[in-house]
């Protein structure tokens, strides 16, 4: 497999995870370098490790998890982006805590999983084709960590846009649910 190839595959993986960074800063309006290699670290440890997962399960196991995949990242995608949609129209209160940091807690585990969901049928197809996982998962991992890092800075300065704040909370969590949509979508889901 090329390095193109690989490269390929990593961006396109990594689309998820760098729509789900912006939305996490949007949340998060002021990020800084700790949330920013937490939320980086996290989204490309998981991309990096579910091909190799992918990998490891084989032909057995990976038939049972693949009917049902899309399905996993599409109800915690869901899960998220409804919560976010939730806090958006709710009347705001000045003294009311600020939003949870996504960075942070099982909300970064939960996060880190469907964002990353995907790579296993990769890992998967990988040791199909006899592909050696260690450098495609370095890659995809690195470029996964890059993407995140510039979409969570990306993200907040949206959401630092005072006018535009509760807009881009709701496009945050139209955004997640539409790329659960995405997912079952490539899976077939929708179609007849």
Same mark, same amino acid.
């Given at each position: 497999?090329?390095?193109?190839? %690989? ?14 960074? %912006?939305?996490?800063?949007?949340? $998060? ?20 490790l ?6 490891? $399960? ?6 049972? %998890? ?10 915690l $995608? ?55 996982i ?42 997640? %649910? ?15």
């Open positions: 497999m090329t390095l193109f190839n %690989i490269m390929a595959i990593a961006v396109a993986l990594a689309m998820d995870a760098f729509a789900v960074s %912006i939305a996490s800063g949007i949340i $998060l309006k002021k990020v800084s370098l700790r949330q920013t290699l937490r939320l980086s670290w996290h989204f490309g440890l998981f991309q990096a579910m091909p190799v997962l992918g990998w490891s $399960l084989g032909v057995h196991v990976i038939s049972y %998890i693949e009917k049902y995949d899309h399905w996993i990242a599409f109800g $995608l869901l899960m998220v982006g409804g919560k976010m949609l939730v806090e958006a129209f709710a009347e705001k209160d000045d003294d009311a805590p600020p939003p949870k940091d996504p960075t942070k807690s099982i909300k970064l585990i939960v996060l880190s999983v469907a964002t990353s969901i995907d790579a296993l049928a990769i890992g998967f197809t990988l040791s199909v084709l006899n592909v050696s260690v450098y495609p998962a370095l890659v995809i991992g690195i470029v996964a960590a890059l993407f995140t890092a510039v979409g969570i800075n990306m993200g907040a300065r949206l959401g630092n846009m005072t006018r535009l704040s509760r807009y881009t909370e709701i496009l945050g969590g139209l955004v997640l %649910i539409v790329i659960g949509i995405n997912i079952l979508h490539g899976h077939g889901v929708f179609s007849l």
